[in-house]
């Protein structure tokens, strides 16, 4: 079993940037990959970004591309979803979810379905 807990959220202002981290704990951590997901009020949960066991491969939403960086530290048992240039479309509250396999490429890290575990997620909101 795995417990993710995610942390880094809050309030600010469009432009600016945040970081989010999700803390791991239970099953070994370089097990399985690692994503985050958004969901918006009254939207269906939309994927953000996904990242290897490893860290090698990555892959991001193309709403997010170029502005959210995903990475891990396998040591720290920790995934981070670094978000900059936000605009208030990325409200949304976000949470991290821990694949069912050590890695994944287009859609097998996009649909929510391939994910056994998730956080209880964090509220981001930016403001105009």
């Known amino acids: 079993q795995v417990q993710l807990v995610e942390s880094g959220g809050g309030l600010v202002q469009a432009g600016g940037s945040l970081r989010l981290s999700c803390a791991a704990s239970?099953?070994?951590?370089?097990?399985?990959?690692m994503g985050w997901f958004r969901q918006a009020p009254g939207k269906e949960r939309e994927f953000v970004a996904a990242?290897?066991?490893?860290?090698?491969?990555?892959y991001h939403a193309d709403s997010v591309k170029g502005r959210f960086t995903i990475s891990r530290d396998n040591a720290k048992n920790t995934v981070y979803l670094q978000m900059n240039s936000l605009t208030p479309e990325d409200t949304a509250v976000y949470y991290c979810?821990?694949?069912?396999?050590?890695?994944?490429?287009?859609?097998?890290?996009?649909?929510?379905?391939?994910?056994?575990?998730w956080g209880q997620g964090t509220q981001v909101t930016v403001s105009s």
């Open positions: 239970g099953r070994a951590f370089s097990d399985y990959a």
């Open positions: 990242i290897a066991w490893n860290g090698g491969s990555t």
């Open positions: 979810a821990g694949h069912r396999s050590a890695g994944c490429s287009g859609s097998g890290c996009s649909r929510a379905s391939v994910y056994a575990y």
